[in-house]
DNA sequence: ATAGTTAGTTAGCAAAGCTAATAATATCGA
DNA sequence: TCGATATTATTAGCTTTGCTAACTAACTAT
């Protein structure tokens, strides 16, 4: 412990950045959007379903940090594009069963990939510290959003 | 998916990894805007004002990387709130001097607390270590938000 | 059997982003 | 100087994504 900073106010400032920086990091991807024809929210749930597999609409919104309603539209336009199925669980007929086709993951793939270009460009170019440093950031952040 | 990714995948999946956490660090904060009564937009806006001072709405529609016509929404709305001001520029009377008023600056306060509370609380119990770890990454990104 | 719960949908609203078009003012070049 | 071009901001109108409330269908438990 060499370095005293403050200790809460610490948090605080920490907390404000990673806050500001999240903001402008995404309204900065977002504008790649429309190239993909894969939207932000479409692209994140649809990455949830082909990394986390098929499953309910509920599991997915529950995710996805969003509600039903939300998600159920969602849904309902990644299927009129091809990108997803619906099919009725086989033990519980109010369930559904939602999985990615093939087009699906293969354009999740191609939209990702362009939405996160600048970013993957802009972190080849850093050091190995800093990537490092992002890195587990990124670790830590995963384990907060958890959390609550 | 490779395990020890060399150092091109590597990039990739951080880039992965920080933006998956922003988006579900703001849907997760964004819960909060309903109390304080300010949304994030706004806030973010007001909170450009209060420290970088008053601006022209072209600045600040690029400080938050918004076009001309949202941030002219948002100010409007601001104004109406009683949370900034806006006066003709004296050599230029095209531009408007956008500021925050004293009531702006305070409820930004109070709002902002609210807003970033659980991740302050979240951050304030994590170890010296960890805490560091943020702290460089959230200096990072608002390097690469800068940059481009 | 029926009362209550759970999964999903529909309808309708609000916020925040965009583009295109317009008004007012500045600036520049002939 | 004055007319053409730039710039600044606004308005109108659209889209996307979020929400709640109200509904149907299906499951569970008493």
Redesign the pocket.
Known sequence: MKRSAGRAGDAHAIAERIHAAAIRLL?RL??T?AASGL????S?ALSVLVFGGPQ??????AA??????????????LEGEGLAT?TA?K????????AATAKGRALLEAGRDRRLDVLTRQVERLGGTERKVLRRAGEILARLNKEG
Do not use: H, N, Y
Request: glycine fraction near 2%; proline fraction near 5%; charge should be positive.
């Open positions: 309204r977002r504008k959007d939207s932000g929210p479409k994140s309910t609409l509920k599991d997915l919104a996805e940090q969003v509600r039903a309603p939300t998600m159920s539209r969602l849904v309902a336009e619906k669980d033990d519980d007929k109010r369930a559904l069963r939602i």
